[in-house]
């Protein structure tokens, strides 16, 4: 697996991560201290998420498109890197 790839992985499991935590916080608690810490931290990994795949070399379209999209960039990112890896 190439390093691009590797690192799109890790940021998507991450971006992944921070958007079930945020809505875990909303649908229990909805500590406002959590969720001002976790909004940045998730918009970050978003938009780390979409501008390693948009200007990332030898993606496919598929991915590339998959990665911008809001609240699914995550899941469809992972399961495009998979594809790609074959």
Do not use: Q, W
């Not at 890790?10 to 001002?36: C, G, K, Q, R």
């Not at 911008?68 to 399961?79: A, E, I």
């Amino acid at each position: 697996m190439s390093p691009l790839l590797r690192a799109l992985g890790v940021l998507s499991a991450l971006e992944l991560a921070s958007l079930v935590a945020l809505i875990a916080n909303l649908l229990t608690a909805h500590d406002e201290t959590v969720s001002s810490v976790l909004g940045p931290v998730h918009g970050a990994f978003y938009l780390a998420v979409a501008c390693t795949a948009l200007l990332g070399r030898g993606l496919s379209a598929r991915t590339r498109v998959g990665a911008v999209l809001p609240g699914l960039s995550g899941p469809l990112t992972l399961v495009n890197l998979r594809r790609e890896a074959r």
